[in-house]
C-alpha cells in the first residue's frame, strides 16, 4: 500500500517564476492537505482540498492556491516567487473525519533564488 | 485562536534513560493531540493521538502520551531512549469542532539521544 508520494524532491527556482508541486494521497484517503515548513520551524496550515474544493485556508497570499483532482492527488502552485518562498512544503492526506491523523509525505524542498 | 508551545528547543538523555518531550495547548473546546517524528530530510511520521478517554496514549517504537486537561499539556515519554529515538519531534493540536480540519504544529523539539 502506497504512502503520500510528492513530486519533485527538490526544485531551484527564480524570484518571480511559477512553481507547481504534486501530491498523490494514500490509498483510500479522501483529503489533501498543504504545509509550509520553512528551516527550523513547525509546519505551518496552507489550504486542504476534499472533493476538488478548498476547503479551508490559512493564512497565505493568494499566490498559493491549489487544485484537486477526481482520483484525490493534489497540486499546489505559487506564483510571483519570493526568497521566503524558500522551505520545504509538505502534503498530507486523511479521512475526513474530526479525529483522523494526517499522513505526510516526503516533501518538496523549494529553494528560490 | 489555537496555538502549540513546545518549552524546549532540544533535549539531551542518555541511552536507556527515560525521556520526556513537553507540549502545552491552546484550543477552543476539547482539543484532538498528536505527535508525529522528523527524522532529516523526510516528511513527518505519525506517532500517537489523544481524542478522547484514557490520558495516557499508548504509540509506536514505545512512546506514549499523558494528557493533562488541567495543564492542558500533552507530554511525549518514553521509558528508555534509544540512540535511533535521535530526531525532530512535533506536538500538534485540532479543535475537535474543526472535523478533520487543519493541524496547528509546536516549533519542534530536537531529541539527542547519546550512547
Known amino acids: 500500500d502506497a504512502g503520500v508520494t510528492q513530486s519533485p524532491t527538490h526544485l531551484i527556482k527564480t524570484r518571480g517564476q511559477q512553481v507547481t508541486l504534486r501530491c498523490s494521497p494514500k490509498?483510500?484517503?479522501?483529503?489533501v492537505s498543504w504545509y509550509q515548513q520553512a528551516l527550523g520551524q513547525g509546519p505551518q496550515f496552507i489550504f486542504q482540498?476534499?472533493?476538488?474544493?478548498?476547503?479551508q485556508r490559512g493564512n497565505f497570499p493568494d499566490r498559493f492556491s491549489g487544485h484537486q483532482f477526481p482520483n484525490y492527488s493534489s497540486e499546489l502552485n505559487v506564483n510571483a516567487l519570493l526568497l521566503g518562498d524558500s522551505a520545504l512544503y509538505l502534503c498530507?492526506?486523511?479521512?475526513?473525519?474530526?479525529?483522523?491523523?494526517?499522513?505526510f509525505g516526503p516533501g518538496t524542498r523549494l529553494t528560490v533564488t | 485562536a489555537q496555538s502549540v508551545a513546545q518549552p524546549e528547543d532540544q533535549v539531551n538523555v542518555a541511552e536507556g534513560n527515560p525521556l520526556t518531550v513537553k507540549c502545552t495547548y491552546s484550543?477552543?473546546?476539547?482539543?484532538?493531540l498528536f505527535w508525529y517524528v522528523q527524522y532529516p530530510n523526510r516528511g513527518l511520521q505519525f506517532l500517537l493521538k489523544y481524542i478522547t478517554g484514557d490520558n495516557l496514549v499508548k504509540g509506536s517504537y514505545g512512546f506514549e502520551a499523558e494528557f493533562n486537561k488541567s495543564q492542558t499539556s500533552f507530554h511525549l515519554k518514553k521509558p528508555s531512549a534509544l540512540v535511533s529515538d535521535s530526531a525532530l519531534y512535533f506536538c500538534?493540536?485540532?479543535?475537535?469542532?474543526?472535523?478533520?480540519?487543519?493541524?496547528?504544529f509546536g516549533q519542534g523539539t530536537e531529541l539527542s539521544v547519546k550512547p
Open positions: 482540498y476534499y472533493e476538488e474544493e478548498e476547503r
Open positions: 500538534a493540536v485540532r479543535a475537535s469542532y474543526n472535523q478533520g480540519g487543519k493541524l496547528i
Open positions: 498530507a492526506s486523511s479521512l475526513l473525519t474530526g479525529t483522523a491523523e494526517q499522513y
Open positions: 490509498s483510500g484517503h479522501d483529503t
Open positions: 484550543v477552543s473546546g476539547n482539543p484532538y
